[in-house]
């Protein structure tokens, strides 16, 4: 039996990076994992989406700003490509 590792886009590596920068520690690699439970607060969610929005040249739309658009890495990475055109 092989083991396989997950492929990492690399607009997911790009948000846990950013993700790492604001909460000053690396992030797990489990993109399903509740980032409230990781200590991503209201102050820090917002320096992550503006970290977003610089390193990406886009401004996320109010209606966007909803705790469970940021509350898991793949639902960033899930509405940065499909609400902003985000690739890598």
Do not use: H
């Amino acid at each position: 039996m092989t083991l396989t590792v997950p492929q990492v886009s690399a607009l997911e590596q790009v948000v846990a990076k950013k993700l790492s920068e604001v909460l000053n520690r690396a992030t797990d690699l489990n993109f399903e994992i509740d980032l409230r439970n990781e200590g991503l607060d209201s102050i820090k969610t917002i320096e992550f989406i503006v970290n977003l929005e610089v390193e990406f040249d886009i401004e996320i739309d109010d209606q966007d700003l909803l705790v469970e658009n940021f509350s898991t890495i793949n639902k960033v990475t899930k509405l940065l490509s499909e609400n902003y055109g985000v690739q890598q």
